[in-house]
C-alpha cells in the first residue's frame, strides 16, 4: 500500500486549493480503508484535519477547518481530495495523507495508529 500527495503551494489568504492523495495496493471500490489528512506546522504538533472512508459515506472534519475544508474520493481513480476554500495563514503547514486498513472515519480518527504515510505536501497561505 502506498500514498501519494500532491497539489500544495502557496495561496493567497481567502484562497483555495486542492490536494489529491493517489492511493495503490488497495483499491476503493472493495477494500475497507480509512484515509485521513493531517497537518503539521512548524513548532506544533500533529493535527489530524479530516478523514474519509474508501467506500462509505463518512467523514469528519477538524473544527478549525469544518465549513471551509472538503474531503471526497473517485473510486476510479482510487484518490481522494481535501477541497480548501477560505484559507488562512493559520492553514499554512504540511500536509500528508495516511491510511489504515479496516477502520472506518470516525471522530476519534486521530488516535488511530496509521500504518501507510504520504510524503507531505506544503501548503502556505500568506500574502
Same mark, same amino acid.
Given at each position: 500500500?502506498?500514498?501519494?500527495?500532491?497539489?500544495?503551494?502557496?495561496?493567497?489568504?481567502?484562497?483555495?486549493?486542492?490536494?489529491?492523495?493517489?492511493?495503490?495496493?488497495?483499491?476503493?471500490?472493495?477494500?475497507?480503508? @480509512?484515509? %485521513?489528512? $493531517?497537518?503539521?506546522?512548524?513548532? &506544533? *504538533?500533529?493535527?489530524? +484535519?479530516?478523514?474519509?472512508?474508501?467506500?462509505?459515506?463518512?467523514?469528519?472534519?477538524?473544527?478549525? @477547518?469544518? %465549513?471551509? $475544508?472538503?474531503?471526497?474520493?473517485? &473510486? *476510479?481513480?482510487?484518490? +481522494?481530495?481535501?477541497?480548501?476554500?477560505?484559507?488562512?495563514?493559520?492553514?499554512?503547514?504540511?500536509?500528508?495523507?495516511?491510511?489504515?486498513?479496516?477502520?472506518?472515519?470516525?471522530?476519534?480518527?486521530?488516535?488511530?495508529?496509521?500504518?501507510?504515510?504520504?510524503?507531505?505536501?506544503?501548503?502556505?497561505?500568506?500574502?
Amino acid at each position: 500500500v502506498q500514498l501519494q500527495a500532491s497539489g500544495g503551494g502557496l495561496v493567497q489568504p481567502g484562497g483555495s486549493m486542492t490536494l489529491s492523495c493517489a492511493a495503490s495496493g488497495f483499491t476503493f471500490a472493495s477494500d475497507s480503508y @480509512v484515509i %485521513g489528512w $493531517f497537518r503539521q506546522a512548524p513548532g &506544533k *504538533a500533529r493535527e489530524g +484535519v479530516s478523514c474519509i472512508h474508501s467506500n462509505d459515506e463518512r467523514m469528519n472534519y477538524a473544527d478549525s @477547518v469544518k %465549513g471551509r $475544508f472538503t474531503a471526497s474520493r473517485d &473510486k *476510479a481513480k482510487n484518490t +481522494v481530495y481535501l477541497q480548501m476554500n477560505h484559507l488562512k495563514p493559520e492553514d499554512t503547514a504540511v500536509y500528508s495523507c495516511a491510511t489504515l486498513r479496516g477502520f472506518h472515519c470516525t471522530p476519534y480518527y486521530s488516535d488511530y495508529d496509521w500504518t501507510t504515510w504520504g510524503q507531505g505536501t506544503q501548503v502556505t497561505v500568506s500574502s
